[in-house]
């Protein structure tokens, strides 16, 4: 007889019941364990009809939950007519089997839920590439109960030289099926990346670049679009971005800098999906400053932010500062009114950050004072310094006279301008990238800048309250 309960991962539209096995060690600071699990199948689009849970000191070997509750997620299943089954843990490919014998419907695990996510929503033709490669290596153990359309394979197929010939069992046929098609995928998204991170590059040569960072639903769509002429797609929902937009921003004076909106992070992303992940976020890496976005009216802030620092490390993310935005803070008035997050939350991070910039992308506030922190940081420490360009650089001159202090000036018989200038550091590395030949201060190109700042400035990195700080998981 046929199984058709497993054809995909596909389960848009589909009634679930969520379940939840709390082992020693697991983080439940927000009351509900379930929470961000029934967010991401929000976001697949799927109905929840129901949840379970259960606290086991381990995982029991043949269907993760006890005996006992499986009978009653079966008893469940039957009354809500539940058409899958989705764990917030991962689980073996055994595991699932076992379960959906029990239970006679579909059964997902938290990875291949979020998989799920990322093949629908994938827009570019990177995305698209990283979620089949990562679809490919992560059911490729499961072929037997699900890729029934890779039956259609028989002994006559072009097997190939040193095969078993038309005996050979269609299990290991279609295994190196997708053996192949993953090689070839591999090989695409390589030639894609490499061009990618050539333009990143060039991009970071030529303007400042800031990049925005955040647990997903942090709210950077909407502060992207808030900053600049918009353009990035907005739901108060999981992975709503999942491609990089670049956009430029005015901070004024005509200082200009290039932001970038990027995939938001989350606890326990598939392993198949990291490598991708981290290679969709190269943005990130050669950004000049990075905006860390943090939903802080929401329960589980900490543990987002603990997650968010972590994947930047793991990511080589390291060198370039870090401000923390403390975003929805209207959000927050509410979740504070209903009790559900303390009331001096807002408090306390400021107290530990307080470099931190509270804002409300939604509403536009705080968004002017992110501006002028922006700018300052993109500037970098001011010094007094006299500016030589030959007359012939009558562009040069009118930047320099637009975007930073003058003194005073003084027009040379030798066919120069010397300009006192008060200029940051960064604005006189991008005059000195364009190209043409000038002294600062009688020194020319990056001997003028050590000369000048001799060191590097440090900044304060980010960090949890003390009384917020997690157990590890």
């Not at 050979?168 to 591999?186: F, N």
Request: glycine share 8%; charged share 25%.
């Amino acid at each position: 007889m046929k199984d058709d309960r497993r054809e995909g991962i596909d389960i848009h539209e589909e009634a679930a019941i969520l379940v939840g096995v709390i082992l020693p060690g697991t983080v439940t600071e927000d009351g509900d364990p379930l929470r961000e699990l029934a967010a991401l199948a929000q976001a697949a689009g799927v109905q929840v009809a129901g949840r379970l849970l259960q606290q086991r000191s381990h995982p029991r070997a043949r269907t993760y939950l006890g005996k006992g509750k499986v009978e009653e997620l079966a008893a469940m299943v039957g009354m809500l007519k539940a058409k899958v089954v989705i764990f917030d843990n991962d689980l073996s490919p055994m595991q699932i089997k076992s379960l959906e014998e029990d239970l006679v419907c579909k059964v997902l695990d938290r990875s291949e839920l979020i998989l799920d996510i990322f093949a629908n929503r994938a827009a570019t033709k990177e995305a698209r590439l990283q979620v089949e490669i990562a679809q490919l290596q992560y059911t490729a153990p499961r072929l037997r109960a699900m890729w029934s359309h890779l039956g259609q394979v028989t002994g006559g197929a072009p097997i190939g030289v040193g095969t078993r010939g038309p005996g050979e069992q269609q299990l290991e046929i279609d295994r190196r099926l997708v053996q192949r098609r993953t090689v070839q995928l591999k090989r695409n998204l390589a030639e894609v990346q490499a061009r990618r991170t050539r333009e990143v590059a060039a991009r970071r040569d030529d303007h400042y670049t800031v990049g925005l960072v955040g647990y997903t639903n942090a709210g950077k769509s909407t502060m992207f679009n808030g900053l600049t002429d918009g353009g990035a797609f907005e739901a108060d929902m999981l992975f709503a971005t999942l491609s990089t937009r670049i956009g430029a921003w005015n901070l004024g004076g005509g200082n200009n800098v290039l932001i970038s909106d990027t995939v938001g992070f989350i606890r326990d992303l598939p392993h198949h999906l990291v490598a991708s992940f981290k290679a969709t976020l190269e943005e990130t890496i050669y950004a000049h400053l990075l905006l860390m976005v943090l939903d802080v009216a929401d329960p589980a802030a900490a543990r987002q932010f603990e997650t968010v620092n972590r994947v930047l490390d793991e990511i080589g993310a390291v060198n370039q500062p870090r401000i923390l935005i403390l975003n929805k803070v209207d959000v927050l008035r509410t979740t504070v009114h209903e009790g559900r997050v303390p009331s001096d939350t807002l408090d306390a991070w400021i107290e530990s950050n307080p470099d931190a910039i509270v804002t409300s992308a939604r509403d536009g506030e705080g968004l002017d004072t992110l501006t002028t922190r922006v700018l300052e940081q993109m500037r970098g420490e001011i010094r007094e310094v006299v500016l030589e360009i030959p007359l012939s650089e009558g562009k040069l001159v009118d930047l320099v006279e637009k975007r930073t202090e003058v003194i005073d000036r003084d027009y040379e018989n030798s066919g120069s301008v010397v300009i006192r200038t008060r200029i940051g550091r960064r604005q006189l590395e991008v005059l000195m990238a364009g190209g043409p030949h000038f002294t600062a201060d009688g020194l020319q190109g990056p001997e003028a800048i050590a000369q000048l700042w001799p060191e590097v400035e440090p900044f304060r990195m980010p960090r949890v309250p003390p009384h917020l700080l997690l157990h590890p998981e």
